[in-house]
């Protein structure tokens, strides 16, 4: 089982929908949380950090479940510029450990 | 902002020969990472550094070598290329401690033929 699993998608959603992505990851002892976005042939993005009372920027929100050991990336109202490959990653104490899953594609259509 | 910079975006090397790839951060942050990247695998670590002089192995160190003289620097030493390290490389930095999200550079695209 991998440490950091996601839907590889693709998600093919209409402009202005909303769209939820999970991510599950498989030790107890993380600590840190993030989403990464990626371009096609970019370099990954931070795109917000996860915490434990779930936290919002913008259109986005992000939302944290230490029991069930998942996060969550919620898009509302979503835009052709979503279109990008979302990436989970999970961190444990060392900065060593820090995991990635392997995305979830979104592709926005007009 | 922080910036990463790698020195090459696309590289073509032959088998056998020695690559250099590397990797500048501006922001004085103490870790420093490479990956690869290929598709249906993600993002994988070859290896990272905590400090100057200091690396350790990541998950897929086997070919590669690092050398971190700088705390700015961190190369990639690919010892004997293969085609098998045909690859998307990524390098990253990161403040010490957890909590804080990696910013990565462009990236290398190498082809090793």
């Known amino acids: 089982r991998k440490e950091v699993e996601q839907d590889p998608g693709p998600f093919n959603v209409p402009e202005g929908a909303t769209v939820a992505f999970n991510c599950t990851y498989s030790?107890?002892?993380?600590?840190?949380f993030f989403w990464y976005r990626q371009d096609c042939r970019k370099e990954p993005k931070l795109l917000m950090s996860?915490?434990?009372s779930g936290n919002e920027d913008g259109r986005f929100t992000a939302q944290l479940n230490r029991a069930s050991q998942y996060i969550s990336l919620l898009i509302r109202d979503s835009k052709l510029s979503d279109s990008a490959t979302y990436l989970c990653?999970?961190?444990?104490?060392?900065?060593?450990?820090?995991?990635f899953g392997s995305g979830t594609r979104l592709s926005i259509r007009p | 902002d922080v910036k990463v910079t790698q020195s090459s975006r696309y590289l073509v090397k032959r088998t056998g020969e020695k690559v250099f790839l590397e990797c500048v951060q501006d922001?004085?942050?103490?870790?420093m990472f490479w990956y690869r990247q290929d598709p249906g695998l993600g993002l994988r670590l070859i290896y990272f550094?905590?400090?100057?002089?200091?690396?350790e192995k990541g998950d897929i160190p086997e070919g590669y070598s690092v050398s971190r003289e700088k705390k700015e620097r961190f190369s990639l030493i690919l010892e004997s290329a293969s085609t098998n390290q045909t690859s998307m490389y990524l390098c990253?930095?990161?403040?010490?401690?957890?909590?804080?999200?990696?910013?990565f550079g462009s990236g290398t695209r190498l082809t090793v033929v």
């Open positions: 030790n107890s002892a993380s600590q840190s």
């Open positions: 990653v999970v961190g444990y104490s060392s900065a060593s450990k820090i995991i």
């Open positions: 550094s905590y400090d100057v002089k200091m690396k």
């Open positions: 996860v915490y434990s």
């Open positions: 990253a930095s990161s403040q010490a401690g957890e909590n804080y999200g990696y910013t």
């Open positions: 922001m004085d942050h103490e870790n």
